[in-house]
Nanobody, 126 residues
Protein backbone atom coordinates (compact mmCIF):
# COMPACT_ATOMS: atom_id res chain seq x y z
CA UNK A 1 0.00 0.00 0.00
CA UNK A 2 1.26 3.44 -0.93
CA UNK A 3 0.49 6.42 1.23
CA UNK A 4 1.55 9.96 0.42
CA UNK A 5 1.45 12.87 2.83
CA UNK A 6 2.06 16.45 1.72
CA UNK A 7 3.01 19.35 3.93
CA UNK A 8 4.39 22.84 3.64
CA UNK A 9 1.49 24.76 2.16
CA UNK A 10 0.38 28.12 3.48
CA UNK A 11 -0.32 31.73 2.67
CA UNK A 12 2.32 34.02 1.22
CA UNK A 13 2.47 37.32 -0.57
CA UNK A 14 3.29 37.58 -4.25
CA UNK A 15 6.99 37.13 -4.81
CA UNK A 16 7.34 34.84 -1.83
CA UNK A 17 8.43 31.22 -1.60
CA UNK A 18 7.21 27.96 -0.16
CA UNK A 19 8.62 24.46 -0.05
CA UNK A 20 6.25 21.55 -0.19
CA UNK A 21 7.20 18.08 1.00
CA UNK A 22 5.73 14.71 0.10
CA UNK A 23 6.56 11.71 2.24
CA UNK A 24 5.82 8.24 0.95
CA UNK A 25 5.16 5.29 3.23
CA UNK A 26 4.79 1.67 2.24
CA UNK A 27 6.97 -1.30 1.47
CA UNK A 28 8.18 -0.35 -2.00
CA UNK A 29 10.91 2.27 -2.20
CA UNK A 30 9.98 5.70 -3.50
CA UNK A 31 12.66 5.28 -6.14
CA UNK A 32 10.39 2.76 -7.90
CA UNK A 33 7.91 5.48 -8.77
CA UNK A 34 7.57 8.49 -10.93
CA UNK A 35 6.53 11.23 -8.52
CA UNK A 36 4.43 14.10 -9.74
CA UNK A 37 3.26 17.38 -8.28
CA UNK A 38 -0.15 18.59 -9.36
CA UNK A 39 -2.33 21.53 -8.51
CA UNK A 40 -6.00 22.29 -8.80
CA UNK A 41 -7.62 25.67 -8.41
CA UNK A 42 -11.37 26.06 -7.88
CA UNK A 43 -13.25 25.52 -11.12
CA UNK A 44 -10.16 24.33 -12.97
CA UNK A 45 -8.82 20.96 -13.97
CA UNK A 46 -6.01 19.33 -12.07
CA UNK A 47 -2.74 20.02 -13.83
CA UNK A 48 0.72 18.64 -13.43
CA UNK A 49 3.34 21.22 -12.51
CA UNK A 50 6.38 18.98 -12.13
CA UNK A 51 7.63 15.43 -12.01
CA UNK A 52 10.79 13.61 -10.99
CA UNK A 53 11.83 10.05 -11.60
CA UNK A 54 14.15 7.75 -9.70
CA UNK A 55 17.22 8.99 -11.59
CA UNK A 56 16.44 12.59 -10.81
CA UNK A 57 15.20 13.56 -14.27
CA UNK A 58 12.69 16.34 -13.94
CA UNK A 59 9.95 17.87 -16.04
CA UNK A 60 8.06 21.11 -15.52
CA UNK A 61 4.97 22.76 -16.85
CA UNK A 62 5.74 25.89 -18.84
CA UNK A 63 3.89 28.01 -16.32
CA UNK A 64 6.36 27.17 -13.54
CA UNK A 65 9.65 26.71 -15.37
CA UNK A 66 12.40 28.75 -13.79
CA UNK A 67 10.38 29.30 -10.61
CA UNK A 68 9.65 25.81 -9.26
CA UNK A 69 12.20 23.10 -8.54
CA UNK A 70 11.43 19.51 -7.69
CA UNK A 71 14.00 17.47 -5.78
CA UNK A 72 14.32 14.17 -4.01
CA UNK A 73 15.70 12.50 -0.93
CA UNK A 74 15.40 8.76 -1.44
CA UNK A 75 16.76 7.97 2.02
CA UNK A 76 13.84 9.89 3.54
CA UNK A 77 11.30 8.64 0.99
CA UNK A 78 10.57 12.29 0.33
CA UNK A 79 10.10 14.57 -2.66
CA UNK A 80 10.12 18.33 -2.48
CA UNK A 81 8.68 21.16 -4.52
CA UNK A 82 10.47 24.45 -4.02
CA UNK A 83 8.28 27.29 -5.26
CA UNK A 84 9.80 30.72 -5.76
CA UNK A 85 8.46 33.97 -7.19
CA UNK A 86 4.93 32.92 -6.39
CA UNK A 87 2.05 34.86 -7.89
CA UNK A 88 -1.70 34.76 -7.23
CA UNK A 89 -2.20 32.46 -10.23
CA UNK A 90 -0.24 29.80 -8.32
CA UNK A 91 -2.93 29.63 -5.65
CA UNK A 92 -4.37 26.12 -5.59
CA UNK A 93 -4.50 22.87 -3.73
CA UNK A 94 -1.25 21.08 -4.40
CA UNK A 95 -1.02 17.30 -4.53
CA UNK A 96 1.78 14.83 -4.85
CA UNK A 97 1.13 11.63 -6.74
CA UNK A 98 2.94 8.41 -7.56
CA UNK A 99 2.98 6.37 -10.73
CA UNK A 100 4.78 3.04 -10.90
CA UNK A 101 7.84 3.15 -13.12
CA UNK A 102 9.54 6.00 -14.92
CA UNK A 103 8.09 9.38 -15.73
CA UNK A 104 7.29 10.30 -19.29
CA UNK A 105 9.37 12.99 -20.90
CA UNK A 106 6.36 15.28 -21.12
CA UNK A 107 3.83 16.39 -18.56
CA UNK A 108 1.57 13.53 -17.59
CA UNK A 109 -2.18 13.52 -17.04
CA UNK A 110 -3.58 12.87 -13.61
CA UNK A 111 -5.00 9.57 -14.86
CA UNK A 112 -1.47 8.18 -15.12
CA UNK A 113 -1.02 8.36 -11.35
CA UNK A 114 -2.55 5.73 -9.12
CA UNK A 115 -1.65 7.11 -5.71
CA UNK A 116 -2.42 10.54 -4.32
CA UNK A 117 -1.85 12.53 -1.20
CA UNK A 118 -4.53 14.54 0.54
CA UNK A 119 -3.25 17.86 -0.74
CA UNK A 120 -1.90 21.02 0.83
CA UNK A 121 -3.32 24.48 0.18
CA UNK A 122 -1.19 27.26 -1.26
CA UNK A 123 -2.60 30.77 -1.27
CA UNK A 124 -0.73 33.69 -2.79
CA UNK A 125 -2.00 37.20 -2.18
CA UNK A 126 -1.21 40.22 -4.32
Amino acid sequence: QVQLVESGGGSVQAGGSLRLSCVKSGVTAISSYCMGWFRQAPGKEREQVASINSEGTTNYADSVKGRFTVSRDNAKNTRYLQMNSLNPEDSAMYYCAASWGQCKTTTMPAEDFAYWGQGTQVTVSS
